[in-house]
């Protein structure tokens, strides 16, 4: 029950700074007007949202960040082993330095006004880094093992010193996943706070107490930010929030070693991917495009769907997912 209670207080205080937050945030980016740029090819009815605040991620992260600094303070204090807390920390510094890669990004491009901020080169170069580093010190304290865990059917596949480059290239992967779904009002945010229920649930079921503080933050976040990233929205995350929320949940994936069941939640935000490197290749194989925009949010907005319309039916796929990864999940590695 103490245990519970912790999440409980962790996910409203991350709420509260996050609401807190951003109400005073937003005035100062709308002064400073650090605004979204819609380009010319996104879809024409986007031009409304143009110079809507953006960086509103900085808001959420400002919440994990003060929570889980006062939870560690707490720990510290009672005398328990540090080392025991590796993955968790670990998991909010993977989420963290994506998260400075995004506001490096953001701050040129949007306060420096320099073109396009870094290139799609420097941001996956950054991610590399910080998921090579995050793999290291992981497996290094000995939270990471060499096996891919497969769901349903409790059968581990060890692929020695392989497993590690292949481990970055997911972490990675579903970092600029989650970047990209990020591209209508409250969609990624939507889906994220769905995973922090499937985290919290697989935490209750198991006994997972660092898992289970990585979905209350995760979900009392993206409750707070909801409040004025939902349609119409008011502020944005930006790739601050985005890159940041990608580190946080495909963390959460490798500190419970099983990154496959996590790859099953989170493949709303990986089809998101996949959708605009098909289009790519598809274009550059036959001259055409495969859909009418990608990612495939985009597509559907071509389509005639609504905003609302596309972030609901993307949200209940993604409560399906999660319910299907959890289902797949092994509780002996529920930390």
Same mark, same amino acid.
């Given at each position: ?10 996910? !409203? @205080?991350?709420? !509260? ?44 992260? @400002? ?17 328990? #082993? ?15 330095? =994506?998260?400075?890669?995004? $506001? ?27 998921? !090579? ?9 000995? $939270?990471?093992? *060499? ?9 581990? %596949? #060890? ?16 970092? =600029?996943?989650?970047?990209? *779904?990020?591209?209508?009002?409250? @969609? ?40 004025? #990233? ?29 990154? %496959? ?9 990986? $089809? ?12 550059? @194989? ?43 999940? =092994? ?5």
């Amino acid at each position: 029950m103490q245990m519970y209670v912790e999440w409980v207080i962790a996910a !409203a @205080l991350t709420c !509260a700074v996050t609401v807190v937050a951003a109400f005073i945030l937003i005035p100062i980016l709308r002064s400073h007007k650090i605004g979204q740029i819609i380009y010319e090819l996104g879809p024409a009815w986007h031009k409304s949202k143009e110079h809507t605040p953006t960086m509103g991620g900085i808001c959420f992260i @400002l919440g994990v960040m003060i929570v889980m600094a006062g939870f560690f303070i707490k720990e510290a204090l009672s005398g328990k #082993n540090a080392e025991n807390w590796v993955p968790l920390a670990g998991t909010l510094c993977l989420a963290i330095g =994506n998260g400075i890669i995004g $506001f490096i990004d953001d701050y040129t491009k949007l306060v420096k006004k320099q073109n396009a901020g870094l290139t799609e080169r420097q941001k996956l170069m950054g991610q590399f880094i910080v998921a !090579a580093i995050y793999v290291f010190v992981m497996a290094r304290f000995g $939270f990471i093992y *060499t096996s891919f865990i497969v769901p349903f059917f409790n059968v581990q %596949i #060890n692929l020695g010193w392989a497993y590690y480059p292949i481990a970055v290239v997911i972490i990675a992967g579903v970092v =600029n996943s989650v970047n990209l *779904t990020d591209g209508i009002d409250g @969609l990624a945010s939507s889906i994220a706070m769905v995973i922090g229920v499937f985290f919290v649930t697989a935490a209750v079921i198991y006994g997972g107490r660092q898992t289970g503080l990585c979905g209350a933050i995760l979900l009392g976040g993206m409750i707070g930010f909801l409040v004025y #990233n939902h349609h119409p929205a008011t502020v944005f995350m930006g790739d601050t929030g985005s890159l940041f929320l990608g580190g946080l949940i495909i963390g959460v994936g490798f500190m419970i070693n099983q990154p %496959i069941a996590m790859m099953i939640a989170t493949l709303v935000y990986i $089809f998101e991917m996949i959708s605009s490197l098909l289009q790519i290749l598809y274009k550059r @194989l036959t001259g055409k495009r495969l859909f009418k925009m990608a990612p495939f949010h985009h597509h559907c907005e071509k389509c005639g769907w609504g905003e609302v319309k596309i972030v609901s039916v993307f949200t209940s796929v993604s409560v399906v997912l999660c319910i299907l990864a959890f289902f797949g999940l =092994n509780g002996l590695y529920i930390l």
